[in-house]
């Protein structure tokens, strides 16, 4: 199965930092209230595999893990539940243990180096980070150009804002984003808010045009 096929109509992942175990259920409470069943759970803090095996053991949350560097993450990763993983750079390691383990895989890229390493790899679908800082929609729409066969996941720096407008590119397939599981939000149980923030999301993508992901491999 590829990453495309996992988010199905979701056309945004939720990038989820979260170290207290005690609040997945209440986050997994919100995403799924509010239309977002989907969670990028970063690999950033001691108790982040805790967070995903809790979020991936609810059964109505698409849960991977993000910032996975090395391949003895992945393991810790699809052990703990999750169904995709994400990854801020090219690691051949990281890529070969999660096919290893039947598990799709977006590596982040900025450069066309970086895409043509994936493509060695045999992926089709790459994220490109961190999106804002690397030229945004500029870099993006020139990567796309150089490599029409590739679909991206935007991420970094991106806001309820801009979102509409990388949704709009062809070449995108989702964009991974914070805004609606802000720091200050999970760290003050304000579940509500979160709710919210993922109705407004669904809202707001639900007519964004979607590339055509068809042969697009994760």
Do not use: N
Not at 66 to 74: D, F, M, R
Not at 149 to 165: E, K, N
Not at 180 to 208: F, H, I
Request: include cysteine; proline fraction near 6%.
């Amino acid at each position: 199965m590829t990453f495309a096929d996992l988010l199905g109509s979701h056309r945004v992942v939720p990038v989820v930092v979260l170290d207290e175990v005690e609040g997945a259920d209440g986050l997994g409470r919100a995403l799924v209230t509010g239309g977002l069943p989907v969670a990028e759970v970063t690999l950033r803090s001691p108790g982040a595999s805790a967070v995903l095996e809790a979020l991936a053991a609810r059964g109505d949350v698409l849960v991977g893990a993000g910032t996975v560097v090395s391949a003895e993450q992945v393991d810790v990763a699809v052990d703990a539940g999750a169904r995709f993983v994400v990854s801020p750079g090219v690691s051949a390691s990281v890529v070969r243990r999660c096919q290893d383990r039947d598990v799709p895989v977006v590596p982040g890229v900025s450069t066309a180096t970086e895409v043509i390493a994936a493509l060695d790899l045999g992926l089709s679908t790459v994220k490109l980070f961190p999106a804002e800082a690397c030229g945004g929609l500029r870099t993006l729409a020139a990567l796309a150009a150089a490599f029409p066969q590739v679909r991206f996941l935007p991420t970094g720096g991106i806001t309820a804002a801009l979102a509409p407008s990388y949704l709009a590119h062809p070449a995108v397939a989702a964009v991974g984003g914070s805004w609606m599981v802000a720091a200050d939000l999970l760290r003050d149980r304000r579940w509500g808010e979160v709710a919210d923030l993922c109705a407004e999301v669904v809202a707001s993508t639900v007519a964004a045009p979607r590339g055509d992901l068809a042969g697009a491999s994760a």
